[in-house]
């Protein structure tokens, strides 16, 4: 077993690190993407609300 907390340095950074490290990114922009869509399309099919100031005209 490798200890890696007094010193972290770049040539300790293994090919393992680097893919498992990868793999978290990619699973964390997934997520991000399934619960913030970027089409206004895909959003919920919930009611809006449209906010009125008393006194204006609509």
């Known amino acids: 077993m490798t200890k890696r907390i007094a010193r972290t340095m770049l040539k300790d950074f293994t090919r ?3 893919l498992v490290s990868s793999a978290l990114t990619a699973a964390l922009f997934t997520a991000a993407l399934l619960l913030f869509p970027a089409n206004h399309e895909t959003e919920g099919k919930s009611p809006q609300v ?3 100031v008393p006194g204006s005209p609509r």
């Open 50 to 52: 449209i906010a009125q």
């Open 16 to 18: 393992r690190d680097f």
